[in-house]
């Protein structure tokens, strides 16, 4: 198999970085949860099931994966309903499936992954007609179907994710900027308009009521000073870390983790912790090696050898870094609370293999980014 390909376009670069992300993340969990080397030891065994997943998958041609882009498509659409009949739920979410060794998995995860490879097929097969107004309709009634399902979980952020994918890689597939321009003119005074309507109860909202509620605190934070206390404390914690951060593994009473201050600490507001415990520099880290990471999913779209694999690439890039900084945007109160894990440094091994398949599928367009060896 290796012999295949030539080496010396293997990103060895998106490996490392990939890698060491996954490592601050580890350690960070391991300081968030006080030591609970139940979930470190989870998180270890999806690093090492992960990294070989990601090794393999760049050495399988990502034209022959696509090849099954629409049974692909077909199984996102199958588990996210399976979530919905048989998932188990967390408070008024239900979002995981119980699989047997493994435990809770989070199929919107992987869907995510599966979704921007039928896309990256359906387009680059569709491209001539990427701005044809019959096309962009059909596009949008096949997209609807996996995101209505996401956000009946409830899961805006995720579904805001897949939005936010399926964007990018339309405009990379090529459509006119009219088509930009013209639903950006639309739809910003639209949304202006639904606002000021709703307000006037005039027009129900689209929102569940916590999910209100979040918006709603986030624009006006003097009438719900309690449900912004979260990021309030998120904030800081970043800023107690001043420049070098409290170290590792802190707990000391001044330690805005040992005092309860924050909820899932391990998971939504990780980047609290980095930032405590670490301090600037370890936040500095942190957003360079992701920016990385993506930088070099773009490099890798620039040079691919067609249209599918700039599209994967492409898809992906967009997924992270819409991830990563909403993830950093809420720990800094810069967006409202929502739920998204930071990539490769989060508790959850359904994020993180997702991620690493990612990885792979990308690793594998880079490489053959001037063909194999004939």
Not at 16 to 23: G, H, K, S
Not at 211 to 220: A, G, M, N, V
Not at 326 to 339: K, Q
Not at 348 to 366: K, P, Q, R
Request: aromatic share 14%.
């Amino acid at each position: 198999m290796f012999d295949k390909y030539n080496l010396k376009n293997y990103n060895f670069r998106c490996v490392i970085y990939v890698i060491l992300l996954n490592i601050i993340g580890i350690l960070v969990i391991s300081s968030a949860s006080n030591r609970d080397m139940a979930l470190v030891n989870k998180q270890l065994m999806g690093m090492g099931i992960g990294v070989c997943i990601m090794f393999i998958l760049s050495f399988i041609p990502y034209d022959k994966i696509l090849k099954f882009a629409i049974p692909i498509y077909m199984l996102c659409i199958l588990v996210l309903l399976m979530v919905l009949i048989l998932g188990t739920s967390r408070g008024v979410a239900r979002r995981w499936i119980v699989v047997p060794v493994i435990g809770k998995l989070q199929p919107s995860e992987f869907a995510k992954g599966g979704l921007v490879m039928f896309f990256a097929w359906f387009l680059s097969k569709y491209k001539d007609n990427i701005n044809n107004i019959f096309f962009l309709i059909g596009l949008g009634a096949i997209a609807a179907v996996p995101f209505a399902l996401v956000a009946m979980q409830p899961d805006l952020s995720t579904t805001l994710i897949l939005v936010v994918s399926i964007l990018c890689m339309i405009y990379v597939a090529g459509i006119n900027y009219k088509w930009i321009f013209g639903t950006i003119a639309v739809l910003v005074p639209g949304l202006f308009i639904y606002i000021e309507l709703f307000k006037r109860e005039l027009v129900p909202s689209f929102l569940r009521g916590y999910q209100l509620k979040r918006i709603l605190s986030f624009i006006d934070k003097a009438h719900f000073a309690d449900d912004n206390m979260q990021q309030d404390n998120s904030i800081m914690a970043i800023g107690s870390g001043q420049l070098f951060g409290k170290g590792l593994n802190n707990d000391t009473l001044a330690s805005v983790k040992r005092g309860n201050y924050l909820l899932e600490e391990q998971t939504d507001f990780i980047f609290a912790v980095v930032g405590e415990e670490l301090g600037f520099i370890g936040c500095m880290v942190v957003i360079l090696l992701l920016s990385f990471v993506v930088y070099e999913f773009l490099y890798m779209a620039m040079k691919a050898k067609d249209m599918q694999g700039r599209l994967l690439c492409a898809g992906f890039a967009g997924v992270l870094s819409f991830q990563f900084f909403t993830n950093i945007a809420v720990a800094t109160g810069i967006f409202p609370n929502t739920g998204l894990p930071l990539p490769f440094i989060s508790y959850g091994v359904s994020s993180l293999l997702s991620m690493y398949i990612w990885a792979g599928v990308a690793l594998n367009v880079g490489l053959q980014k001037n063909n194999r060896i004939r």
